[in-house]
């Protein structure tokens, strides 16, 4: 399934998943002092300029989504932490969503009712996969990548990762975190040469997923 432009009359998800899918170094996204004060301050820690950029916009990207379903001044949204410290809407309501960015790119999972978790990973193929897989995987999926051929390492370690990372962020729990026993569907996410990522849910089955693109909001820089 390609990656389009949202209608703009895009209600709630409904029983599907809507992902969406910003670039970070685009022109337009709004500035940092627009944000609410806990996250320019988060901003204000980053050492490189480079980085902090793309977090705010990053965090605008997440807000202007948001906007479209609570029909909302994207500053004016509360956003909270749940006591597993993932964030999540301060007004009561069912929608739920997740973000993950990696440089340039950052990908956005809102659904109804159920957790969900997101990430996406610049698959960078000098990275010492062997290691990093023997210290953050399973042992069963380690092997997988010690035994990929040399071309295929870099996508069977991140294909691994993601899938991984996206399910501790359904939970709220690190990648190291306790072994999830409750139904989780996971899904790999095409999100362009180069990158991996996965999807997950808390639900026994994956829902259809929509994909749009998200664009910076026109406002002021």
């Known amino acids: 399934m390609s990656w389009g432009q949202a209608p703009p009359d895009l209600h709630g998800p409904g029983a ?16 940092r002092d627009e944000l609410p004060a806990a996250e320019r301050d988060r901003a204000a820690e980053f050492l490189r300029p480079e980085p902090a950029r793309r977090w705010v916009a990053a965090r605008w990207a997440l807000r202007i989504a948001l906007g479209r379903y609570l029909d909302e001044d994207p500053t004016e949204i509360e956003l909270t932490l749940s006591d597993r410290g993932k964030p999540r809407l301060a007004a009561p309501g069912s929608l739920r969503f997740n973000l993950s960015h990696s440089e340039a790119l950052a990908l ?56 991984r990372e996206a399910i501790a962020k359904c939970f709220g729990e690190g990648l190291a975190g306790t072994v999830v026993s409750a139904p989780v569907e996971v899904a790999e996410i095409d999100a362009g040469p180069g990158w991996a990522a996965a999807l997950a849910i808390a639900a026994a089955g994956m829902p259809p997923v929509r994909r749009f693109d998200l664009r910076a909001s026109p406002g002021p820089r």
């Open 108 to 163: 956005i999972a809102v659904c109804e009712e159920r957790e969900i978790g997101v990430d996406v990973e610049r698959a960078d193929p000098d990275r010492d996969l062997l290691g990093l897989a023997r210290t953050g995987l399973e042992p069963a999926e380690a092997e997988a990548v010690a035994g990929a051929p040399p071309a295929r390492r870099a996508e069977v370690f991140y294909g691994a990762w993601t899938r």
């Open 16 to 31: 599907e998943i809507h992902l969406w899918r910003a670039d970070l170094d685009a022109p337009g996204w709004p500035r």
